[in-house]
């Protein structure tokens, strides 16, 4: 009676599903005619529905495999929606009842546009209830054989991907791997219909092989007694599995847990139809991945959503297709991939072991042949044997002289025992004498106090695989300081702690020194740069001098001549001496700028205003502009841009670069002689500094020859300008860089680096 009354319930839920499809189509047919515009922007919703539950990797490849291919492919925004109905474990008409309405109203307010079915029982179940879930929607169907398509037949505007299981290829793919097998076992689980018609299918190429077997097929088995068969499989047997959803006794199961525990138990290779099985153990098969399985099923869902009519697109099978194998699983059951079919997809293959190591092995392999060789030799001749260890002795006194005549030292520290070895040319550069034994701590404390942060970082370095280079001195010990380029290195094997280092030791005094003085004539050059633009300037610096000295004269002057009044005017004798007061500041300006410019002393590095060096230059130069009738325009950053470095160094470049641009407008018109500087905020903290002008630009000069040494383009010039003011920027850490204008003239522009963040340690 219970049973009379479920089934009147689901005719009852089946005809009122109906009849709410049907009103809920209509509604969406006249809100979307309604509203075209709105309709075309709406997204497509794209519903998957999968037989599987979603434990099995079969059906979750496939899912993802559309779902990426729509995401990549789709112009249209697309929302997708996936239900794991778990048909195959569970067989109830009422809960497909169940599951078609629960489908139904949750999608009630939000209807698909295309339902995507995954697998032939999730197929057979939207036929069944279509017009309960989703009536005169376009159906795309996955992972369906031809003969459930073929049994169901779907309406036309149902299409899909069928799979195909070739069997054939998979046997095909057995027999030129074990060529003398004579058995065959085919394993499947017997639950559902779609089992059933892979098993009718295995048995018609079976029987249409033309190598005939003594095939055992074991469907349907207990799952326990179906391990224990397998493992009593003839070891030179082809067992080949094919979909495994449970036993029958309503143990659920995924092929991928069976192929994983049945490859253990088997003494024969296992060969299966599907991807998942690999790296568990089957050796592989003929098939298609069920990723390209799923994005061949979303191009047939993109077709349709670009307007083509569902009934003409015909079910199609994935061409990608191919031979996949297991590179571990052939190698447990010692089969030859020489044997494989070409073209043959070989999936986690370990490099072996020549072409892992092939260097090395080619390399041992020469050692013992050279060992070979000369134990031989002096097993043949004892005097080759001598002449053989004479000549190595020669070699090492050759790499020695050699190391020694380039004034190299050769070293080598053994971290386990402390000890350092050095060649004797090597001791003689640290002044030690030839028996002195040499350790770390000796070498440390020959080193200079300042560097020998330096050099136990070094050692530090090497010894965790770093090669290193770097420069110390050492304090020899009659007091002499000398200049030494370290190279180490570790041993390369990294798969430990290095418990030797080795290296060179070159003594670069004298290069050192050199260095120092190409420094100092740097600096001498420069400072004469100096003298020599201050030079230039003599005339207007005496006339920026002369003004305040000659207000100073004469308020004093015109003071002296009020106080020898009888009833002297204190008000204007003090507004003369508050002018001489300003005039003396004025002037001791002056002589401080040029003093500054002047003196002699070494670089110091501190915070420099730019803008407050712009209108120090500016000073400076206020009377040979005045003469030159030359105009300045500033356009100072608002934020202050501060660098570090030379104040004196970059004020020398500044008032270099606006002579320069002072020198290019002589022949240019006097209303247009203006000279532009900027300074601003450039990208990622760097500062710029531009100097700019309307002479004669850098058109017809070579840019390469400008900061040459020597090269000038002004006749009474030295060509030394540039390329000292190059040089202090690049000391700096910056670039100068002169470019024409589009407007005429030429612009001068310095970057110069972010200041360091020393703040917090002042």
């Not at 809100?31 to 999968?50: F, K, M, Q, T």
């Not at 394993?187 to 249409?208: G, M």
């Not at 134990?375 to 190391?403: C, G, I, K, N, W």
């Not at 010894?463 to 290195?489: E, K, M, N, S």
Request: hydrophobic residues 40%; proline residues 5%; charged residues 25%.
């Amino acid at each position: 009676m219970k049973s009379v009354d479920r089934s009147e319930e689901a005719k009852a839920e089946v005809n009122l599903g109906g009849i709410l499809a049907a009103v809920m189509l209509i509604a969406t047919v006249l809100l979307w005619s309604g509203v075209p515009s709105c309709a075309d922007n709406a997204p497509r919703h794209i519903l998957i529905l999968s037989a599987y539950n979603y434990t099995f990797p079969a059906a979750t490849q496939v899912i993802d495999g559309i779902e990426n291919r729509l995401r990549e492919k789709s112009g249209r925004r697309l929302e997708i929606d996936a239900e794991f109905l778990d048909l195959v474990r569970v067989e109830d008409p009422q809960h497909e009842v169940r599951t078609a309405t629960f489908i139904r109203e949750k999608y009630a307010a939000r209807p698909p546009d295309i339902v995507v079915v995954v697998g032939g029982t999730a197929l057979q179940f939207m036929m069944k209830y279509r017009d309960i879930v989703a009536p005169q929607v376009p159906v795309v169907f996955a992972g369906v054989s031809q003969a459930t398509y073929s049994g169901l037949r779907p309406p036309a505007n149902v299409t899909g991907v069928l799979i195909g299981l070739d069997l054939e290829n998979t046997l095909h793919l057995a027999e030129l791997l074990q060529p003398a097998a004579r058995r065959l076992f085919v394993i499947a689980s017997n639950i559902t219909l779609e089992d059933r018609r892979w098993q009718e299918t295995a048995r018609r190429a079976i029987e249409q092989h033309d190598r005939k077997f003594e095939t055992t097929y074991l469907f349907g088995l207990p799952y326990d007694v179906l391990v224990g068969e397998v493992s009593r499989i003839p070891s030179d047997a082809i067992v080949i599995l094919l979909a495994f959803f449970g036993d029958g006794t309503n143990r659920t199961l995924t092929g991928r847990e069976v192929a994983r525990e049945l490859a253990r138990a088997s003494p024969a290779p296992l060969y299966g139809p599907y991807n998942t099985y690999l790296d568990t153990g089957v050796v592989g098969g003929f098939f298609e991945t069920f990723e390209s399985h799923g994005a061949a099923a979303a191009d047939l869902i993109l077709a349709i959503g670009a307007g083509e009519d569902p009934a003409a697109l015909q079910p199609k099978i994935n061409p990608t297709q191919a031979f996949y194998v297991d590179s571990k699983a052939m190698a447990r059951w010692g089969l030859k991939q020489s044997n494989l079919p070409p073209g043959t997809n070989v999936w986690f293959k370990q490099p072996s072991l020549w072409e892992e190591h092939h260097y090395l092995i080619s390399a041992v392999a020469l050692v013992i042949a050279l060992q070979t060789i000369i134990v031989a030799a002096l097993l043949v001749q004892r005097r080759r044997r001598r002449q053989a260890e004479s000549s190595l002795e020669e070699s090492e006194d050759r790499m020695t002289f050699t190391a020694a005549s380039a004034n190299i030292g050769l070293w080598q520290f053994d971290r386990t025992t402390d000890e350092l070895w050095a060649t004797d040319h090597c001791r003689t550069m640290f002044g030690l004498a030839s028996d002195t034994p040499l350790t770390r701590e000796r070498f440390v404390a020959a080193v200079h106090p300042d560097d020998r942060r330096i050099a136990v970082g070094t050692l530090r370095g090497v010894l965790r695989g770093q090669a290193t280079v770097t420069d110390i001195r050492i304090v020899r010990p009659d007091g002499q300081i000398r200049w030494f380029r370290i190279r180490a290195r570790a041993p390369l094997d990294r798969g430990r702690s290095p418990d030797q280092l080795s290296g060179i030791l070159v003594d670069i005094t004298d290069q050192k020194a050199a260095e120092s003085e190409a420094d100092q004539q740097r600096q001498e050059i420069a400072h004469l740069m100096r003298v020599s633009t201050l030079g230039e300037l003599s005339g207007a610096i005496a006339h920026e001098v002369n003004q305040p000295l000659t207000a100073i004269l004469s308020n004093a002057q015109a003071a002296l001549y009020i106080l020898e009044q009888s009833e002297p005017n204190l008000a204007e004798v003090r507004d003369a001496l508050q002018d001489i007061v300003k005039e003396d500041s004025r002037a001791g300006n002056v002589v401080r700028r040029l003093h500054g410019l002047l003196k002699k002393e070494q670089t110091r590095s501190e915070f420099v205003d730019l803008n407050e060096m712009v209108d120090s230059a500016q000073l400076l130069l206020r009377s040979e502009l005045i003469r030159r009738r030359v105009t300045i325009e500033t356009d100072l950053a608002k934020s202050r841009p501060t660098a570090y470095g030379d104040s004196v160094q970059l004020q020398q470049v500044l008032l270099n670069l606006v002579i320069n641009s002072m020198d290019a407008m002589a022949s240019t018109p006097v209303s247009q002689r203006r000279v532009r500087i900027c300074t601003r905020d450039g990208p990622d903290g760097a500062i710029e500094l531009s100097v700019s002008d309307s002479g004669c630009g850098i058109r017809h000069v070579d840019g390469k020859q400008l900061f040459k040494p020597f090269y000038t383009t002004k006749d009474h010039g030295l060509g030394l300008g540039l390329t000292i003011c190059s040089s202090i920027i690049r000391k700096h850490g910056g670039t100068l860089n002169l470019r024409d204008n589009e407007a005429g003239g030429a612009t001068a522009r310095i970057t110069l680096p972010p200041r360091p963040m020393l703040m917090a340690a002042q």
